[in-house]
């Protein structure tokens, strides 16, 4: 039995005196907690240090939202995967749909970043999904099958092993819709069976696959309850310690119950 993963994707929200006090808040959530539910902070930038800090004495391990492709240089803005291993990251969200569409990051771009993440030892939350337009036209298959090819099927199998995979729905990012449980389960469902196809059974069921798009504590309990849903990447709801805390705890259910 596979324990879920919960991870919080602040993106770009809060000041520093309100992202204290939000680490604060689900620390003392968690520390009431008795887990199995691997939780994840992933804040911007400038907190990383405070919630590392604030993780040595908590039960959630702290992810960064983004890297660089590149290893180091004359690169002004960019923060590279040695720079976050240093201040004790272990994890990293790539190719969030919002990189991939306001910043035009590309799959071969995305497969550098993977392969930066692997060289230093930190563990990429990869994101795939669709828009609305290709959900309805029926290519969602193709597009959700492309950037698994493009990006990570370069991999060995103890490589692909040390992956997290999210599949983002686009059409439901802040949007306030869900994909249903049965549009989840089929997607997931589809991530795996590729998965199995180029790494064989064992390496597919180990693999971690997430869901992200609009998941709250009113739907967590449903999703998270679906065969291949291994927990959630959670956006708006990780901004409230008592709705993150409370999907957590869906988390934790879902395990009990298996």
Same mark, same amino acid.
């Given at each position: 039995?596979?324990?879920k993963i919960?991870?919080?994707?602040?993106?770009?929200?809060?000041?520093?005196?309100?992202?204290?006090?939000?680490?604060?808040?689900?620390?003392?959530?968690?520390?009431?907690?008795?887990?199995?539910?691997?939780?994840?902070?992933?804040?911007?930038?400038?907190?990383?240090?405070?919630?590392?800090?604030?993780?040595?004495?908590?039960?959630?391990?702290?992810?960064?939202?983004?890297?660089?492709?590149?290893?180091?240089?004359?690169?002004?803005?960019?923060?590279?995967?040695?720079?976050?291993?240093?201040?004790?990251?272990?994890?990293?969200?790539?190719?969030?749909?919002?990189?991939?569409?306001?910043?035009?990051?590309?799959?071969?771009?995305?497969?550098?970043?993977?392969?930066?993440?692997?060289?230093?030892?930190?563990?990429?939350?990869?994101?795939?999904?669709?828009?609305?337009?290709?959900?309805?036209?029926?290519?969602?298959?193709?597009?959700?099958? %492309?950037? +698994?090819?493009?990006?990570?099927?370069?991999?060995?199998? #103890?490589? *692909? &092993?040390? /992956?997290?995979? !999210?599949?983002?729905?686009?059409?439901?990012?802040?949007?306030?819709?869900?994909?249903?449980?049965?549009?989840?389960?089929?997607?997931?469902?589809?991530?795996?069976?590729?998965?199995?196809?180029?790494?064989?059974?064992?390496?597919?069921?180990?693999?971690?696959?997430?869901?992200?798009?609009?998941?709250?504590?009113?739907?967590?309990?449903?999703?998270?309850?679906?065969?291949?849903?291994? %927990?959630? +990447?959670?956006?708006?709801?990780?901004?409230?310690?008592? #709705?993150? *805390? &409370?999907? /957590?705890?869906? !988390?934790e259910t879902?395990?009990?119950?298996?």
């Amino acid at each position: 039995m596979k324990n879920k993963i919960v991870a919080g994707n602040w993106k770009m929200n809060k000041t520093f005196s309100e992202a204290d006090d939000l680490i604060y808040a689900i620390s003392e959530g968690l520390n009431d907690m008795e887990l199995e539910t691997d939780v994840i902070i992933c804040p911007p930038y400038p907190y990383l240090e405070m919630a590392t800090d604030a993780a040595e004495e908590s039960n959630f391990t702290v992810g960064a939202q983004n890297v660089s492709y590149a290893e180091k240089g004359a690169y002004t803005g960019e923060v590279s995967a040695a720079m976050l291993k240093s201040m004790d990251v272990d994890i990293c969200i790539v190719g969030h749909s919002e990189r991939r569409a306001y910043f035009k990051e590309t799959d071969e771009e995305l497969a550098k970043k993977v392969d930066q993440l692997l060289a230093n030892d930190i563990v990429p939350i990869f994101c795939v999904g669709e828009t609305l337009e290709e959900r309805e036209s029926g290519a969602h298959w193709d597009k959700i099958g %492309g950037q +698994l090819e493009n990006s990570l099927f370069h991999l060995k199998k #103890d490589e *692909i &092993a040390n /992956v997290i995979i !999210a599949y983002e729905p686009v059409w439901a990012i802040g949007t306030g819709k869900t994909a249903t449980p049965q549009q989840a389960q089929e997607v997931h469902a589809f991530i795996r069976k590729k998965i199995e196809e180029k790494y064989g059974t064992e390496t597919a069921y180990n693999i971690y696959i997430l869901y992200g798009g609009s998941c709250n504590p009113g739907n967590a309990l449903e999703l998270f309850s679906c065969q291949d849903v291994d %927990g959630g +990447l959670i956006g708006g709801a990780s901004l409230k310690a008592e #709705d993150f *805390i &409370a999907i /957590v705890n869906a !988390a934790e259910t879902c395990t009990k119950n298996d």
